[in-house]
């Protein structure tokens, strides 16, 4: 084997070696598109994503301030009719203070004799 046979095997050598190169560079270039290609899907599903997640946001932001209002406004109701309750309670005792003195002597003699009746039966058990 002679240098021909030797300059040979180098070509061969030079060529699998250039070839190896050429193919790294090509699936490097792959990659690289592969990679574009899913940052701009990614950056695509982001810029589709964020307006709903602001919607659903101000929705919330929405919810949370209806349902406070609206908490607001059963509590200005409910002291309202509490208001009321007690301005007739008022007028009716004004009006009828006998009558109001013999009803709250019944609703306490009845409540007396509830809880006796029930302090009664708690002692047998």
Request: glycine share 6%.
């Given at each position: 084997?002679?240098?021909?046979?030797?300059?040979?095997?180098?070509?061969?050598?030079?060529?699998?070696?250039?070839?190896?190169?050429?193919?790294?560079?090509?699936?490097?270039?792959?990659?690289?598109?592969?990679?574009?290609?899913?940052?701009?899907?990614?950056?695509?599903?982001?810029?589709?994503?964020?307006p709903l997640l602001?919607?659903?946001?101000?929705?919330?932001?929405?919810?949370?301030?209806?349902?406070?209002?609206a908490a607001r406004?059963?509590?200005?109701?409910?002291?309202?009719?509490?208001?009321?309750?007690?301005?007739?309670?008022?007028?009716?005792?004004?009006?009828?203070?006998?009558?109001?003195?013999?009803?709250?002597?019944?609703?306490?003699?009845?409540?007396?004799?509830?809880?006796?009746?029930?302090?009664?039966?708690?002692?047998?058990?």
């Open positions: 084997m002679s240098s021909h046979s030797s300059d040979s095997t180098q070509r061969g050598i030079d060529n699998a070696a250039q070839a190896a190169d050429q193919a790294v560079k090509s699936t490097q270039r792959a990659a690289s598109g592969t990679l574009d290609s899913l940052s701009q899907g990614v950056k695509d599903l982001r810029d589709q994503a964020s602001n919607r659903a946001a101000e929705q919330a932001s929405d919810l949370a301030h209806r349902s406070m209002e406004e059963g509590s200005q109701k409910i002291r309202e009719q509490a208001r009321h309750a007690s301005d007739s309670t008022l007028g009716y005792i004004r009006h009828e203070p006998v009558k109001s003195i013999l009803f709250a002597a019944a609703a306490g003699a009845a409540l007396m004799a509830l809880v006796s009746m029930m302090s009664r039966s708690r002692s047998r058990d």
